[in-house]
T-cell receptor
Framework: QQQVKQSPQSLIVQKGGISIINCAYE??????FPWYQQFPGKGPALLIA?????SEKKEGRFTISFNKSAKQFSLHIMDSQPGDSATYFC????????????FGTGTRLQVTL | DGGITQSPKYLFRKEGQNVTLSCEQN?????MYWYRQDPGQGLRLIYY???????QKGDIAEGYSVSREKKESFPLTVTSAQKNPTAFYLC???????????FGPGTRLTVT
């Protein structure tokens, strides 16, 4: 019940295209859903996050769509650029002082010219 | 500059040796975390600490040990009992009670 399932494992998108990464969870206690971006040899950096009281959050070219009833959320990268080539992790966590993040297995995105 | 520092960036050890990875933060965060990253497996939690002098095992604590003597520091020791220690190790921290977690740059450990 603690798992977060992420797909696809890898993704190749042409420059200017839309990249879509999907995640699904089972634990209904999760109430914070961040996405992290990681470049090779670096630590993950928080990209964007959403709470279940909204169905969509947009920051620049990055949008999270959230479907509470289906227990799914996705990251959309509009107008994908070569600089977006990285590994993306979804995660989820419940509220609480001792809460821990549960991560998806990651999606390696390559944006080609 | 505020942030999380991990040293060294690359670490090489012979099998059978214990090795300690450093993690320091000057963000005044209460909670600190150690993760292990292997290709295709995402981030797996090794140990975490909510306050000084207290820490809990994560999902894959066997073969690892930690200490939390200072708020700013959370070193991880990879012992000879860890069967497959070669991996990328990430330290993270957050304000206790908040959900945003910040990561350090990582240490790549290679054991031969």
């Amino acid at each position: 019940q603690q798992q977060v399932k992420q797909s696809p494992q890898s993704l190749i998108v042409q420059k200017g295209g839309i990249s879509i990464i999907n995640c699904a969870y089972e634990n209904t206690a999760f109430d914070y859903f961040p996405w992290y971006q990681q470049f090779p040899g670096k630590g993950p950096a928080l990209l964007i996050a959403i709470r279940p009281d909204v169905s969509e959050k947009k920051e620049g070219r990055f949008t999270i769509s959230f479907n509470k009833s289906a227990k799914q959320f996705s990251l959309h990268i509009m107008d994908s650029q070569p600089g977006d080539s990285a590994t993306y992790f979804c995660a989820a966590t419940p509220t609480g002082t001792a809460s821990k993040l549960t991560f998806g297995t990651g999606t390696r995105l390559q944006v080609t010219l | 500059d505020g942030g999380i520092t991990q040293s060294p960036k690359y670490l090489f050890r012979k099998e059978g040796q214990n090795v300690t990875l450093s993690c320091e933060q000057n963000l005044n965060h209460d909670a600190m975390y150690w993760y292990r990253q292997d290709p295709g497996q995402g981030l797996r939690l090794i140990y975490y600490s909510q306050i000084v002098n207290d820490f809990q095992k994560g999902d894959i604590a066997e073969g690892y040990s930690v200490s939390r003597e200072k708020k700013e520091s959370f070193p991880l020791t990879v012992t000879s009992a860890q069967k497959n220690p070669t991996a990328f190790y990430l330290c993270a921290s957050r304000i206790r009670g908040e959900q945003v977690e910040y990561f350090g740059p990582g240490t790549r450990l290679t054991v031969t």
